[in-house]
């Protein structure tokens, strides 16, 4: 639950910056030029730790939905099955996301070779890394507050069975009823997302002031 309820407050705060902290699209110059500067300690160490700890948040919400589904198989097949997903979690998912980040540098890597081709290659991921970046981060933003949003409702039974009631009611809206049962547990959960997200930031935001003030 204190999961769900960090993934919900990361996705506030990443609306509410992009609401109220709204910065242009990078230029592939902008992007070659970042690329270029290194990194200080400082915020070398901040980014990791926020990575760190986010995946880790994400990684550990898998592992516990996935033991809830295979709780009451037998030992060996929770061992199997745990460990088939760790894998690949760490090679699918982390590796992709791995190949994701690398592609400015690749790019930027490609654009100083000497063939005509290469160079422009190196300069079209250069140019896409920017816009690449930015719908991941949409979407990113859109499943934390699906996946945190869907955990909250499940462990508030209450919200589970009103979101389930929403669902078999609209499932008997001629035509479109089987769609629409389908989808609205998804938005209801997308909902209570972003409110508990909004809530949490709203509470830490007030805690900051009062130990400011103090």
């Avoid at 705060?13 to 200080?40: M, N």
């Avoid at 049962?181 to 209801?188: D, E, G, R």
Wanted: charged share 15%; hydrophobic share 50%.
């Amino acid at each position: 639950m204190l999961g769900g309820l960090f993934l919900c407050f990361e996705g506030a705060e990443k609306i509410l910056e992009a609401f109220f902290h709204k910065h242009e699209a990078p230029s592939p110059e902008d992007v070659q030029q970042k690329l270029e500067t290194p990194l200080t300690p400082e915020e070398e160490k901040a980014k990791i730790k926020g990575a760190v700890r986010t995946d880790f948040i994400l990684s550990a919400e898998i592992i516990v939905l996935t033991l809830g589904v295979v709780s009451q198989h037998p030992f060996m097949t929770q061992l199997i099955t745990m460990s088939l997903i760790a894998l690949l979690m760490t090679l699918g998912v982390y590796g992709l996301v791995a190949v994701i980040v690398k592609i400015d540098d690749a790019g930027l890597y490609l654009s100083k070779k000497s063939g005509s081709f290469t160079q422009s290659v190196g300069r079209g991921l250069l140019t896409l890394a920017p816009y690449l970046m930015k719908a991941l981060s949409v979407i990113g933003t859109v499943a934390m507050f699906l996946v945190g949003g869907g955990i909250l409702t499940h462990g508030f039974h209450l919200l589970s069975e009103w979101i389930s009631e929403a669902a078999s009611s609209t499932a008997l809206i001629p035509g479109i009823g089987t769609v629409v049962s389908a989808v609205i547990p998804t938005l209801l959960n997308g909902v209570i997302g972003i409110i508990a997200g909004m809530v949490v930031v709203a509470v830490v935001t007030l805690f900051g002031k009062l130990k400011k003030a103090h």
